[in-house]
């Protein structure tokens, strides 16, 4: 199940909210949840206070009866890493000795940036 996080001011924001998701889970049976965030590299306030405690709190006062949050994996060495990698396989040709502004400015085009 996906739900969505990060809903701030009166706006509407992405749904099914996951505070509300997780109140409600337990009227329909489901009293056990493992939760965990793939929008998140790193563990943060949002994840360990708003997901980890906060919402945590709504789906056991709701009824629920076992909740895992799944922490990022943060600085995780295989983590840390795969995100290197990603980084230095993208980043071809933007890191070099000398700064080419001529260079960047092809590259930044390349990828769309107004002329």
């Not at 943060?44 to 006062?61: A, H, K, P, Q, S």
């Not at 890493?81 to 070099?96: E, K, R, S, V």
Request: net charge negative; with cysteine.
């Amino acid at each position: 199940m996906t739900t969505f996080q990060s809903r701030f001011g009166r706006e509407p924001w992405l749904q099914p909210y996951t505070d509300e998701t997780l109140k409600a889970l337990p009227s329909e049976g489901v009293t056990s949840v493992q939760v965990v965030c793939p929008g998140f590299s790193a563990d943060c306030l949002e994840t360990i206070e708003e997901i980890g405690m906060e919402n945590r709190d709504y789906f056991l006062e709701a009824g629920g009866t076992r909740y895992e949050y799944i922490p990022c994996l943060n600085a995780e060495p295989g983590h840390v890493a795969a995100l290197t990698g990603l980084l230095a396989d993208q980043m071809q040709g933007w890191l070099t000795n000398e700064h080419d502004p001529a260079m960047s400015d092809r590259l930044a085009r390349n990828l769309g940036a107004p002329h």
